[in-house]
């Protein structure tokens, strides 16, 4: 596993990270299925009203759980605010909840990882990139979990 610089991401690309968002705000998000959610969340440190919208990793239908993953790591905004402020609101498709967000232990999270390489090995593969990890083998995975990418719950209240 070899570590690269992470370049920021702006132009075009930058335009197309937001797309998604804009869809929310126009009432349309619900377009955008059960792979993407809007996450609602409070400034730590402001204490306004934020949103983002994430990759939905996994869903437990038992348990109606959804999981997402922080891919820039421990120092997102929206996961230190998540952190500070664990009760939330999401938008997944068209349906509305309201959740507390459980971050998982880095072993956790770490298995996660793995089991998101295994069901979307591409988007995994790109994900590493993105956050500078060459990674290809499931420990390297693994690692990647467990120590640069937390993984949440997000648990209905």
């Known amino acids: 596993m070899t570590k690269t610089e992470r370049k920021p991401v702006t132009g075009l690309k930058k335009f197309f990270f937001r797309a998604p968002l804009f869809l929310y705000r126009i009432g349309l998000g619900g377009l955008l299925g059960h ?11 402001s204490g306004k009203p934020r949103q983002s919208v994430l990759e939905v990793v996994n869903h437990d239908k038992a348990t ?11 120092k997102s905004d929206w996961y230190l605010n998540i952190l500070a402020h664990p009760p939330v609101d999401i938008q997944v498709g068209w349906r509305k909840m309201a959740v507390t967000a459980v971050p998982l232990s880095p072993e956790a999270s770490g298995q996660a990882m793995v089991d998101y390489s295994r069901r979307y090995p591409m988007a995994a593969k790109n994900l590493g990139k993105l956050i500078g990890y060459d990674v290809s083998t499931e420990e390297e995975y693994r690692a990647v979990g467990r120590d640069s990418i937390p993984f949440i719950a997000l648990e209905p209240r």
């Open 35 to 45: 792979r993407f959610l809007l996450l609602n969340h409070i400034g730590r440190k």
């Open 64 to 74: 109606d759980t959804y999981y997402i993953a922080s891919g820039f790591g421990k």
